[in-house]
């Protein structure tokens, strides 16, 4: 590979060992210069988000330990309410008096709660007291024993939070204190957890992260916007994972940690203006020396260069060159050497060449006018004629499809004809094969009429129908009947054509190397290069065969010729 390399650059021209020599040796520092400044810039923005990241998630935090304590605050309004407690605990008389209990003690201290705390969704007192249920404020005890936290409820007089499945909600609970009173009742808050977190949403306009996770490691909340799709068991496991800029702050109560993280690539992308300005440099710094050591070799070379220059003229037939010699150095004997030689050249091709030329055209010209397409078709026609005349249909017959076929192969001499002609002169050819074979195969043919007047390339289907009937009918050794079938339709912005055959197939091997240049190609190998210069390499031949079952080739072209 080196040696190749080094080859290739002894066989460049001077001026361009120069300019190439100059530009390399330019690019080396300012290529260094630019990497320099690019890393340095991106360490700064990092570490510049770095500090963002900590300011943002520190307000987050302390305005979570502020919305927890005031959680906390409203369940101890309620744990030590002494209305409430008596409420609980005392003996009714009757069910107006519990009634006056809810009417005035219990209802407006719920109603206040919510009112001044909109993520309360709702609070439920779980007692097994004699006071009778109301609603969903007061509860029996036993509605609650096949909730998740009624045990820790249970046996704890200290509040805790407790999430539900989904996610969705919060539950904050604690357990009454009653003296020398044997009840149970057991306070729930529910906290709408979504709008509580709301804030987390809005920390960034794009591209972050956010977690919450209880004293076990648990996430309790997340929010990512845009990030990759990296697991949070490793944004956690490891905060400084290289791939995220990550922060974390633990919050005041129940042993909380926050998470925040932005991935390293959005913020590197900050950098970027940078790059194109070092790029800007480095394309002018090359543009400038390109400049200097292009005037600088110009001196040296220049002369060599007009002598290549004409050769080049020469090598493409050209013998009309006029180059003078600038000096009279080894250079300059050179070129009067060169013009005395391609004088001579010049006087022979002339004298030579050029008469055998002219021989040749005229004899092209003497063959073009012995197969005159006009006199083809008459004489088919007069073929034609005599054939009714004498009630032999089968050569009338023929005569008529190889006129068609000849008319529509040559086309005037155009390249390109419709669909429409070409699926004519595909047709007139299988017509003479099945009567060349005593009409021993059938042939099925499914065109859409929409797509007959687009333009295609002449003589593409004939050539692979030639092929499914010379190579895959003739050889067919299963008794049934062959059957040669043509389909034409379009596919999105595409026209495909189907030709299939139920003759002898192919091997899987035969198939793949059919279009290759190893293979003879069954003559379809030019089909398949016309079609990819006049629609691109995307377009092209695909063929599909079973061997023993048959073949089938997909012609695919576009609506439109480039």
Not at 226 to 252: A, F, K, M, Q
Not at 517 to 526: L, T
Request: with cysteine.
């Amino acid at each position: 590979m080196v040696t190749k390399l080094k080859q290739q650059f002894h066989n460049l021209k001077f001026q361009k060992k120069i300019i190439g020599i100059s530009v390399v040796i330019s690019l080396i520092p300012i290529s260094l210069l630019g990497l320099f400044s690019y890393t340095r810039m991106r360490s700064l923005l990092i570490e510049r988000e770095k500090t963002a990241l900590q300011e943002t998630l520190h307000q987050e935090v302390m305005q979570l330990d502020y919305k927890i304590d005031s959680y906390l605050s409203t369940m101890n309004l309620i744990t030590w309410n002494e209305n409430i407690r008596l409420a609980l605990s005392q003996k009714y008389d009757s069910n107006f008096d519990m009634y006056l209990t809810y009417r005035d003690t219990i209802d407006p201290l719920f109603l206040t709660i919510r009112s001044l705390n909109t993520d309360i969704t709702a609070i439920t007192i779980y007692t097994d007291t004699s006071i009778h249920p109301h609603g969903n404020i007061l509860r029996p005890l036993t509605d609650a024993q096949d909730k998740i936290w009624f045990e820790q409820a249970c046996s704890t007089t200290a509040p805790f939070f407790s999430l539900s499945q989904d996610g969705q909600t919060m539950y904050l609970l604690c357990q009454m204190h009653y003296d020398y009173v044997p009840y149970t009742s057991i306070i729930c808050m529910a906290i709408d957890f979504q709008s509580a977190m709301l804030p987390a949403k809005n920390l960034f306009t794009d591209n972050y992260g956010f977690l919450l996770t209880d004293s076990t490691g648990k996430v309790m909340y997340q929010y990512a916007d845009s990030t990759e799709n990296e697991s949070v068991s490793e944004i956690l496991i490891d905060d400084g994972l290289s791939d995220y800029i990550t922060e974390t702050e633990p919050l005041s109560n129940f042993g909380w940690t926050a998470f925040l993280y932005r991935p390293a690539s959005f913020i590197s992308a900050s950098a970027i203006n940078i790059t194109y300005i070092v790029l800007a440099m480095i394309l002018l710094c090359i543009v400038l020396i390109f400049l200097t050591s292009t005037l600088l070799s110009k001196i040296v070379v220049s002369p060599i260069e007009k002598l290549s220059s004409c050769m080049e003229q020469v090598e493409q037939g050209n013998y009309e060159i006029d180059i003078i010699p600038g000096s009279t150095d080894e250079v300059g004997h050179l070129i009067s050497s060169f013009k005395q030689m391609v004088e001579t050249l010049n006087n022979l091709v002339n004298e030579v060449l050029l008469s055998k030329i002219r021989q040749q055209k005229y004899e092209i010209e003497i063959l073009q006018s012995q197969i005159n397409p006009h006199f083809l078709y008459n004489s088919l026609s007069l073929i034609n004629s005599k054939a009714i005349i004498a009630g032999q249909n089968d050569i009338s017959q023929m005569a008529r499809l190889l006129s068609t076929f000849y008319r529509t192969m040559l086309n005037k001499g155009q390249q390109i004809t419709t669909i429409a002609s070409e699926l004519e002169n595909t047709k007139s050819y299988i017509s003479i094969q099945q009567m060349m074979h005593s009409y021993s195969f059938d042939v099925v043919y499914d065109i859409d009429e929409s797509i007959l007047e687009y333009p295609i390339p002449n003589l593409l289907i004939q050539p692979l129908a030639e092929n499914a009937i010379l190579h895959g009918l003739d050889h067919r050794e299963l008794p049934s009947k062959a059957i040669l079938s043509i389909s034409c339709y379009q596919e999105d912005e595409d026209i495909v054509f189907k030709i299939m055959d139920n003759g002898c197939g192919m091997s899987d091997e035969e198939c793949r190397q059919i279009l290759t240049k190893d293979s003879k190609g069954y003559g379809v190998k030019n089909v398949h290069q016309r079609i990819q210069l006049y629609y691109g390499e995307e377009y092209g031949l695909t063929f599909h065969s079973t061997k023993g079952m048959g073949t089938y080739v997909l012609l695919k072209t576009g609506k439109c010729l480039k």
